[in-house]
């Protein structure tokens, strides 16, 4: 118990600070291996072979690797990464606009029938069969 609290007595605030600062670099490291292995797999314009090399390359020497992989490909990083995002948004989008339908109420549907009433582009009879298939 004694040595515990003498322990905690000689760890002061910047070796806590050193600490912290090494666990984020730490965690900092993975999250880019982690987002570099995401983009060779995700590159669609490089061959099985060249994807393959990358990945040795990194997992043999990882530093020297991921620098050389962000210097070659780093512009390219972002374009992929911006367009799957667009491809996702896109497809979000398609999703929700099939579930919703087409968006318009069937008193919006009812006012546009009116709507072509008024004018005369319809008759009573088609104004009254379009109503009636709408309200069900």
């Known amino acids: 118990m004694l040595k515990n609290l003498t322990l905690a007595a000689e760890f002061g605030t910047g070796q806590v600070f050193w600490s912290i600062l090494w666990l984020f670099l730490f ?71 099939s579930v919703a339908g087409s968006g318009s109420s069937i008193a919006d549907e009812l006012k546009n029938l009116a709507e072509l009433k008024a004018a005369g582009v319809i008759s009573d009879d088609e104004f009254e069969r379009a109503k009636a298939k709408l309200i069900g």
């Open 27 to 97: 965690f900092v490291w993975f999250w880019l291996i982690i987002t570099v292995f995401a983009d060779i797999i995700r590159a669609r314009n490089m061959s099985g072979w060249a994807k393959a090399f990358w990945l040795v390359l990194i997992i043999i020497t990882p530093y020297i690797g991921v620098f050389i992989y962000l210097i070659a490909n780093g512009g390219k990083m972002q374009d992929r990464a911006v367009k799957q995002f667009e491809e996702q948004q896109e497809a979000s989008e398609a999703y929700i606009r």
